[in-house]
């Protein structure tokens, strides 16, 4: 697969991703692990690209935004990145170094373009009160679609098309003291989105099962597909005893106990 061709590849997987809350309707394709894992299907690395995915996809769950302010875009980071180490085979520590940066650069590029559709609203407005109703459709439809594919496409398609070493130079011109400090705030953002996540899962009757996969693979060192399949016995297991021989059971005892109370030769009223 030629540079050109894996370039617009990864492109088009962008602008798809872009698509997902604009047009589709929140598919949740919109989402660094699927970004960085549709890469992988693309560029033919699969296990990379989610990889990839999966570790961008912690340091989102750090980042809300609140309000009118515009988070780095970490869809737009997971997606380089993936493409950088399905290209190059480095690592995942290594394409993390090139997604934060590219992130915090989405994150420009979409106030910028966030400014322009602000702008197009306006011509959308003036176009409503003179009755032009297909100009101000196609505003909003079209043109707001068409800038917001060209905010992605362009930035994926110079980096994967420019090749590594151009991503790697603009790297290399962001100060060290800078590259620290983005490095230490992706563990934190990490950090902090699986608390987020842990804290979803922690519900009432549910500490004793996370604590013992923890425990199952501190202390046994089993895999996480080996605690998922234990899970998966223990949940039948206990949903057989809730909702089969438990409701079973019931349903007998009181059978017996209306059989006990219940006179033949008394009439029914």
């Not at 560029?43 to 990839?52: E, F, K, N, Q, R």
């Not at 302010?69 to 869809?75: E, G, H």
């Not at 085979?89 to 915090?104: D, K, L, R, Y």
């Not at 011109?173 to 705030?185: A, E, F, H, M, Y």
Request: net charge negative.
């Amino acid at each position: 697969m030629s540079t050109f061709v894996s370039a617009l590849l990864v492109g088009l997987v962008g602008i798809f991703c872009m698509l997902d809350s604009r047009l589709l309707g929140r598919l949740n394709f919109e989402q660094p692990l699927i970004g960085a894992t549709l890469v992988g299907l693309v560029l033919g690395d699969i296990p990379t690209g989610l990889a990839v995915g999966a570790a961008t996809e912690l340091v989102s769950m750090g980042l809300v935004s609140v309000g009118a302010a515009v988070p780095p875009d970490m869809v737009l980071g997971s997606i380089v990145a993936s493409a950088f180490a399905c290209l190059t085979g480095a690592g995942v520590e290594t394409a993390m170094t090139i997604a934060i940066p590219i992130a915090v650069l989405g994150q420009l590029f979409g106030i910028v373009f966030r400014s322009i559709i602000a702008a197009l609203t306006h011509v959308s407005d003036q176009a409503i009160e003179e009755g032009k109703f297909k100009k101000a459709t196609n505003m909003h439809i079209v043109v707001g679609t068409i800038l917001y594919s060209l905010m992605y496409f362009i930035p994926i398609f110079a980096a994967v098309f420019l090749g590594t070493d151009a991503v790697k130079a603009v790297v290399e011109l962001i100060p060290t003291w800078l590259s620290t400090g983005l490095n230490v705030s992706a563990q934190i953002l990490t950090a902090f989105g699986l608390a987020l996540l842990i804290s979803m899962m922690l519900s009432k009757g549910m500490e004793g099962f996370l604590f013992l996969g923890f425990l199952l693979s501190a202390y046994l060192h089993l895999s996480v597909t080996a605690v998922s399949l234990f899970a998966v016995v223990l949940a039948v297991i206990l949903s057989g005893i809730k909702f089969g021989r438990g409701g079973a059971g019931a349903g007998t005892l009181q059978s017996a106990h209306v059989s006990a109370t219940h006179d033949p030769l008394e009439d029914d009223e």
